[in-house]
């Protein structure tokens, strides 16, 4: 059974640009959340899709989007990119939400 | 608001010995799992084990054992017979239970653990 998939792996953008990462949940799961994680802040919650509705948003500005597609594929997308952006962004997903979550590998996102 | 925290910011043991990794975590909620969750240095999170609350059984997984104390709040990882591939952080998490869950996990900021040859 195929783990979560994250693509890309790794990212380099300039300041101001919008940039779309992509998650892949495991066959059967339907809810998928997106995390990022950076050395000052540590693992952050962005915001969680089940059925291709957002069921919970973490405290990011609304520069930081998601949506999840009918196959429970998800994308986040994070427009006019700052410095501060730069972080490894993990996707993870569940059964339902209610259960335990498995993480992909992450798309390491530079922003220069 | 809940919170997680992990005291020990970096810890060593040498192979084939046993550590144990604190973490705390405050919250008001009755329902809610508990997680310990490692990142080697290909920075893949993998699960390592899980707690349901409701369970007074402490969760064990072959190395990997939980003391589970509800009361004090306290949610520590026994790693037994430690092996290299163990170096990795650790994070504890917490993920409250309610209906229409969201999978919002809750981490501490992770214990650094190296096991020595």
């Known amino acids: 059974k195929a783990g979560v998939t994250q693509t890309p792996r790794y990212l380099i953008k300039t300041r101001g640009q919008q940039v779309t990462l992509s998650c892949s949940p495991i066959s059967g799961h339907r809810s998928v959340s997106w995390y990022q994680q950076t050395p000052g802040q540590g693992l952050q919650f962005l915001f969680e899709y089940f059925s291709e509705t957002q069921r919970n948003k973490g405290n990011f500005p609304g520069r930081f989007s998601g949506r999840q597609f009918s196959n429970s594929r998800s994308e986040m997308n994070v427009s006019t990119l700052e410095l501060g952006d730069s972080a490894l962004y993990l996707c993870?997903?569940?059964?339902?939400?209610?259960?335990?979550?498995?993480f992909g590998q992450g798309t390491r996102l530079t922003v220069v | 608001a809940q919170t997680v925290t992990q005291s020990q910011p970096e810890m060593s043991v040498q192979e084939a010995e046993t550590v144990t990794l604190s973490c705390t975590y405050d919250t008001s909620e009755n329902n809610y799992y508990l997680f310990w969750y490692k990142q080697p240095p290909s920075r893949q999170m993998i699960l390592v084990i899980r707690?349901?609350?409701?369970?007074?059984q402490n969760a064990t997984e072959n190395r990997f054992s939980v003391n589970f104390q509800k009361a004090a709040k306290s949610f520590s990882l026994k790693i037994s017979d430690s092996q290299l591939g163990d170096t990795a952080m650790y994070f504890c998490?917490?993920?409250?239970?309610?209906?229409?869950?969201?999978?919002?996990?809750?981490f501490g900021t992770g214990t650094l653990l190296a096991v020595q040859p």
């Open positions: 707690q349901e609350a409701y369970k007074q």
């Open positions: 993870a997903s569940s059964l339902d939400g209610n259960t335990e979550a498995f």
């Open positions: 998490a917490f993920m409250k239970i309610f209906g229409g869950a969201t999978n919002k996990l809750i």
